[in-house]
């Protein structure tokens, strides 16, 4: 009663697309608000022209690169504001409050309306490590955002005492955004490091001239504004050349050079990377040069982290466009897009799947890099389900010197996992349980799958993962379901030598 009422009062003030859209979204969601008032602020607050063009909106962290602990800050006004200002203390009652400002830049979308916003960037460096901030963001004169906190990054040692602890999904839009509610109260229990989101935004950036992006930035605030939000891209950011996706964030060390496309950084026991795997599907963005220097840098990455392995023993790899897929083709090989990914093979596509070969005499074989410097586990988004792999590599399946379906225990080669069910548009919606369980037989390096093309009255799963590094030689990977608001699928990852996968030859059980 209280949302048809909601809709009643809101029409006249609100377009009825909004209301409509927000009030399916709230059904959906499940979400804790009582009464009218409680959704009537949360469907204003969505709407852009409810707030003062110099009003702070869009507020994201993502980790900075300072010697010392340090974050990154970011937001957008729809005009210039005099400064660019983080206002910032240790969390608490009457905590004295340090200011760091920084800058902003314009940015013009590049649909018929040419609509402009204000992009701002503030750097917090020789932060606390560990220690839980306030801050806000904006300006006295323009105006100052909500109030927000994070945790800065914990120092290696903490972590070792402790755990390292990640969420991750890829594919979320702003319909069908049905793990959104979950995801924010795992943020909001402050238990997580970071969170990792390997490509397609918003569905897209630049829809309705850019107001589609700002949308979906506003409903991500709840988990971005509190924890770092690290991305890599996909093909629904490739509109305008990615510039939506270049501007709307600020990676670290690389990803300021790449303008955030690849880049790498380290946390605790893990050394963590993202990389474009675009580059091999956008021949108008990125050209032969572009792929060679980025699979340079790759290498040149993986060597160094294989140096550091004594400090650092876990490598995590994440982008957009798996590998290995859940059914196989003729030849019971994955289809083309996914080799294409796999041994890089520069492309063109005439949709989001129908990618052709061009035929080139280079290619850029990233399966090998990580078979060669050890990759322990990599993750993707693209395919819409969740799909798990056996540790695989050249379609060969290396289980190593024990494996289950919880354990995979000294694997020979990298676990691959398809994250992709953050919630898409297009995204199947039925009353059945999702298909569930194992894969086809003519593709043996798949485990499992939840998701995987539901027919009839089946339901598309909605998930979301955790990823635990436990200390140097355990990984526990968890998938949690927005459906059946349970843990889908766990396994853990026990190496107790880190490595490329080489030395594995006397151990590896090849399939």
């Known amino acids: 009663q209280d949302l048809k009422l909601l809709e009643r009062l809101t029409l006249f003030v609100l377009p009825k697309s909004l209301v409509i859209r927000h009030t399916m979204s709230a059904r959906r969601w499940g979400w804790q608000l009582h009464g009218v008032g409680a959704l009537l602020v949360s469907v204003v607050t969505l709407c852009s022209s409810e707030i003062p063009p110099s009003k702070p909106q869009q ?34 009652a009457g905590a004295p409050r340090a200011t760091a400002a920084g800058s902003q830049r314009n940015f013009t979308d590049g649909g018929p309306k040419k609509a402009t916003q204000v992009m701002h960037t503030v750097l917090l460096s020789k932060l606390v ?103 890599s891209a996909g093909n629904h950011e490739e509109h305008y050349n990615f510039s939506h996706y270049r501007a709307r964030f600020t990676m670290p060390f690389q990803g300021r050079r790449t303008s955030n496309h690849y880049y790498s950084f380290d946390m605790g026991p893990a050394h963590i990377i993202a990389y474009n795997t675009e580059a091999f599907f956008f021949p108008e963005n990125f050209d032969a040069a572009y792929m060679s220097a980025m699979y340079s840098w790759l290498e040149q990455d993986l060597i160094a982290a294989n140096k550091n392995r004594d400090k650092v023993p876990w490598i995590i790899v994440h982008g957009h466009r798996p590998m290995y897929c859940v059914v196989a083709g003729p030849g019971s090989r994955c289809d083309g897009e996914h080799e294409q990914s796999r041994r890089g093979i520069p492309s063109s596509c005439s949709s989001g799947h129908e990618c052709a070969a061009l035929g080139t005499a280079t290619n850029f074989p990233v399966e090998d890099l990580f078979f060669q410097y050890g990759v322990d586990l990599a993750f993707f988004g693209h395919v819409h389900d ?12 290396r289980n190593g010197t024990r494996t289950s379906m919880e354990l995979y225990f000294e694997p020979a080669a990298t676990v691959h996992v398809t994250t992709g069910s953050g919630g898409n548009p297009e995204m199947k919606r039925g009353d059945a349980p999702p298909p569930q369980g194992t894969c086809g037989r003519d593709s043996p390096w798949c485990a499992f799958q939840s998701g995987y093309f539901p027919k009839d009255a089946q339901t598309a799963d ?50």
Request: proline content about 5%; some cysteine.
């Open 59 to 92: 507020v994201h962290l993502a980790l900075g690169d300072g010697e010392a602990a340090s974050m990154t800050v970011m937001w957008s006004t729809k005009v210039p504001t005099q400064t660019s200002t983080v206002e910032y203390g240790p969390f608490g």
């Open 129 to 231: 490590p560990g220690q839980k901030y306030a801050y806000r963001v904006g300006d006295g004169v323009g105006g100052w955002s909500d109030n927000f906190s994070f945790t800065a990054p914990r120092d290696a040692e903490a972590i070792a005492g402790d755990k390292l602890r990640l969420l991750a999904y890829c594919d979320m839009g702003t319909v069908n955004e049905l793990t959104l509610s979950d995801v924010t109260a795992d943020v909001q229990s402050h238990f997580y490091d970071m969170l990792l989101h390997c490509g397609d935004f918003a569905y897209d950036f630049d829809t309705d001239n850019g107001e589609n992006g700002d949308q979906w930035m506003r409903s991500i605030e709840p988990i971005a504004a509190y924890l770092p939000y690290m991305v």
């Open 386 to 397: 969740y799909e798990r792999f056996f540790p695989v590599y050249n379609e060969s399946v």
């Open 462 to 511: 909605f998930t979301y993962s955790r990823i635990t590094v436990h200390n140097r030689t355990h990984l526990q990977w968890e998938q949690w379901s927005s459906i059946s608001h349970s843990i889908i699928d766990r396994f853990m990852i026990v190496q107790p030598k880190h490595g490329p996968f080489a030395s594995h030859e006397d151990v590896g059980i090849v399939v």
